[in-house]
């Protein structure tokens, strides 16, 4: 090896310029403060909630009706001790905690008392997935049993994140909701906003690509495939040129409406009414009317045949 | 910390509650019944077969011609018995196989044949994927070398598994091909369904949002930009409204077509004639002949210059 | 089980075979030479230098004043000699070095020095993405405060590592850049080229399936969309039908420039002018002046009541 | 790096005389045969075993009455598919199986039998602890609670091993528990054979070097110091020089016996009366009466002053 | 695989069983309380105080004076916080601290001042590990030079967990030293007591059964060999047959003592004067002057040619 | 929590102070040199080096004769390259190596020499083992089959890692053999130089607390039993008091000896005859003629009956 040693000596120097700048430009660092939610910990409650909603698919193998219950108990008492400090965390955190730390105690209360509230949620949770499942059997002829959707199906697993880190939202749980729902993003290429709503019967196939904005509402019976954008048309600004926040920006689906592949639906007045379907690539900013089917018109292509 | 312990006394309730929802929610839960294919060994597989497709490019440094064939027979000794596991799982699981387990080792002798076949394909199977490296490299003026396509890109990373998956699939393995194509869609946002065809010298750029549906043909010398979709127009149901399974929906792509980003080509009966060029963001849902460009015409745009 | 033992031994004739390919297909192995830049640790270099960008937001939690330069130094010093290897391994790797390594040292000493480089500019760098953070915090309605931004979003995530890799590439580095922005790639769908050269206050939302092509030139106050092509038009090839490498193929996009979801921007001498707005779904390959919106006519739709 | 990838030639034949010697060394190596019981999965039992054995002493935080339950549940279930598995080897290994394992269910169902035969007398084994637990916090002047003696006691750790082991031992399990045992010695250097047979309220202080052995028969309340050897005296050999195995070989210890550190005490034959007392690097091979204290006389020392 | 299910039925009742013995046997269960120390944290920070006090022998590589600082400084960062919460923990519960945990910020304060006054002893007992390190090398003929000493010798081991130990044991800390000293024990098989004094320059060669009590005095330049116990004479018990807890129950070695193996030292009253050699296997239950050489007399040896 | 984090403000300081005796105390760290032999590799080679001796009993499962060569072919060649580095570490760093580290191929050529020599006595290596393990099921009666030995002994174990050692330091290797030793005396408290040199059929039962120094002697068929030790009996000093290194120290003991627990032969003149058996404690220092029986004398024993 070659390395001069000598050389690294100027290390220490770029060490100190490096902290230098976290006094100067302290909107990206974060020191001195309680801690944040911890990553790790929040996807490992993602992994463990799968195990309980699907048991017997994910890592654990070998249960039966005479032992689930036991592993149930388990990985639920474990979800309490661990949302509850995390939560504890966010909240904490949102209110601007200060250095000291001296009031933990009170946000830990607080995420004990809505982790309680969103565990409670589950069992209900469980008959809104298995209409998910259904969906995606229903609508997928390269489907050959339900088991395949839940070991393989991207669109399951981001709407099983989403239905998750909704109900957090719920609970008006700050950071969380979205740090899952970005984890899921990462793994499937499906963005779901935690604050969508989003009704039973929910199918998305491929779904790379699909953006469900914020404030969309969305029926039962949905099918959305890769591709869609479920968006805002523009954002409004305030007389000092600030966005806006919190109006409803994204578009309304009623039920049993199918949208094909790269589709973009924009706009929170807009509503795609109930049975309609649109097509591959069509580009909506008005409102659809029930059973309506909308399709690209017959493409304007410029064909060229080779001399 | 403030956690009551006295508010975790509804815990077991909460959890008897979850555990009521696996009997009357059956359908997405697996209790009771023999292993399922594990999601962690069917991965490692991929990664062990990584190693051995492209040896030195991986995980294990060092390998040169006087150790290589030690490293690569342990490797094909291990995964010998690892598919045979899996595999034998797989099928048993398709076969409804019951509780008592009793005729476990049937699956497994199966799942050995299987296996031997679908490893006797490997050494064949690098003459393919070495037309696919060269297609990148030919096809991407960004490339500086092949060893760059074997490194970096996940296009190549997205065909290997493809093609891996393909060898499964024609094999009649259930499930395994799904988690395998779906692991790669995760990682690359490229979505090829095991069962289509796929000639040599296939090349995927960028890549993300790329779907390939399960009846597709594609010929020698393809190229596919990102967000590419080859898919089905419509789903055909029998008179009870259910899908019929198992038709040629998704497109033929012919010899040397090029089909740039974000294009959309759908139908069971759409053939993209041999040495075709679709350009980008092109919506397509009929044939086009041999040696034809297709472009958007001069797009239909809205230009508004700011007061 | 009822694996057959005596099947396995075919595994060793088929090992032979699987080795036998290894001459006879040389360009997809690497047996003998030199060890290539190591995946895991170009990885582990990205997350060490996320733990000193945005130092309290990662994994490390606890940081304050009083012990983040000892962190942050002991960091530094672990980067310089991860990077002088791996650097020192991708220089030896692109000059074509011969079996026997014995001039390694001397790329391991320039390896060395350009590590120091890259270091150097780590603190200005925070500056940069000081911008992107407030970018994102400006464009997104959705977004509650800046930590959200670090902590959530993959657009951040993605042009961080662009940024590094950027300066890697700007020193020459070989492959290192590009394995970075392909591991950004795989987590948020962005593929952004490590060539790219982008101004301040850069903003990507939602970002599955944008391509930000080598020769792109971005400006400051940018904003783009989920599946955002910058592409190229066409490739030009030499006499010999051969791809001619390194000219300008990507667009140019000036100041204040927003581009809408899914749009399509193609060939190195379009130019979007300063302050354009872009729309979802248009499709360009002309320059745009600048203060121009650029929208999808009324789009073309075929409208079909049901029955 | 100075190493020459010639030299590396002689590997290959290296390897092939190495393989040689299974041929014809075969009594030191296992191919081609069942699996035999794996070491890390015995460990792993240890471990939740004590998980079991000791609630809230060992790894899990956090349990309380209403989630320990839960906790133990889960546990119990995979002792018993772990246990049945590793025991249905151990049988299989000693009854001498061969190549074609074409018999392996019948191993595992008698395993799975003697595996219930073990958890079930676990919670007596519980009691018999706690006086072991009881005996130490009485013996030891220097231990302050008996939550001392659970935490870090290496004599309790060595009985509770014993005890488990025994249990085993008594249940005519090959391997396992001599596995377990020198699991035990190698962490905490005492040596206590699975066989010898010892009552309630046992204590050993400090331990290393204590060996007792397999036919050993000890009562209740006996302690026991460092260095302390209950072993055979001589060994008997039939008519052609083989060993007799199975005979009493080693000591009976009666109740309220106390012997001191590095004490020998040796012979089948042996046996120290109740309440007798030995002291320190005493050697005994015959009996002593019971309430004796055997010391060593005055020391035969050899004083010599400086000069 | 010939498990048979239902035989498991009856495991849920024997979990009832044991749970139950959790009442009956409250004593070698802790349910319900706030969390004991961590094992594993404890052991952990064993290992980054080796670090510390070793530099660049242990894991980490390539400290060089411009790097050390850094690396030692993030490492007292940690260990500040991991011991301020370990002591915390073990301080709490031996108060008998309730259920209900209310109070624990007391003992975290308490913790870290604890902590804090521990730290601060750690540049000094550097120097005195130095001595020891001396003390091995002046020792023994079969070392070659020092750094083989601080890497392999098990004595120095051993000392320096039993120097760590014993400076929390001065803090009155409780649980942490003993947890120390075990951890040590199990690796060594030498078990010092943390609360004994031990001088400067002390050496323990080989080690294994080595027992040095909790009252022992040490000088300095002592050596000790293999086996050496140095222990008490017998236990005083009050009126009630309860041990006294408390007094010095174990020897006084002066200055430059050489105990060689497997000797044993008993008795709160024996002191062993300065410049005495105590031979191997010799047993002392009185005080030897100073200067003196204890050997065993010409042993009493029974010599038995065979026929 | 109640840290106070203001309290932390004295660590900066503290790690000053540590810092500060680096400079000072400079013998007991490393800091700027080239690295030291890593104790991990070194274990790692143990490992690996256990899995070619006893192939099918460590953690490899499913080995036969179709796929051992490729799994010990594998793990030979990555124990050269292992080897090879940590080898010529320890080359270098014994010859006092300079901070430059420019000489360092020198020490690895050096080193790959070395561990081919070492590497080529491996097959001969495996005839010795098997002697020893013969002598172990021989010696022992509570032995029921080889398998146990080579599975459960740590006797076997630590005569493995012995004559694993022995053969690196017969080809000069520094440090390596030591912790080789050293990490087996932690597993089984057997310690054993790799120095000494012992004929084949060497059997330790137990095993905790036997010493074997550097220049014994040991002949065949010799059987040990724990807390032998095999010393020297004083140590030889020039005329500056310093040790004399390099002297015959250590008994010599010839062929078919048996040395019962806890004796303690001294002394490098010592020579047991062949054919003697030494008992249980006995203390010598004088030879011992061929065929003798020593045994103690009737032992002085105090008889007291209790009142």
Redo the contacts between chains.
Sequence with gaps: ?????R??????Q?????????AS?G???????C??P???EVISVIHDLNE????????R??????????????L??RL??CL?RQIGRALR??AGAT???TE???Y??LG??KT?LF??R??EL??T??TD??AAY?????C?????V?????GLEAITVYRLAHLLYELDI??IP??MS?WA?????I?I?P?ATIGNYFFID?G????I??TCHIGEHVKV???V?L??LS?DTDGEGN?????K?HPTIEDRVVIY??A?I?GGETVIGH?AVIG?????TRS??P???????K????????V
């Design positions: 090896m070659a390395t001069d040693f050389l690294k000596d100027q290390l220490p770029l060490t100190k310029r490096l902290v230098d700048t976290y430009l909107t990206i660092n974060h020191l001195g403060h801690p944040l911890n990553y790790e309980i909603l699907y048991p017997g698919f994910r890592s193998e070998g249960l039966h009706r005479g032992n689930v219950e036991f592993y149930v108990g388990d639920v008492d309490h001790d509850t955190h949102e250095d000291s730390c933990e105690e009170d830990e209360a004990q008392a309680l565990l409670d589950l069992p469980r008959s997935l298995a499942v259904q229903d609508g997928d002829p390269a050959k049993c339900r088991d395949e839940i070991f393989c199906y991207p700050p950071f979205r740090m970005e993003h990462s793994r499937t290429g963005d906003h604050g491929h790379t690509g699909v953006v904005g914020e495939y890769q591709g954008t968006g805002a954002f966005l806006v926040r919190g109006q920006r592949a790269n973009t924009l049975d591959s690539s069509v580009w909506i659809v009317a059973r309506t089917t909308v399709l690209l018109e493409p304007q292509l410029r064909m060229r045949a080779e």
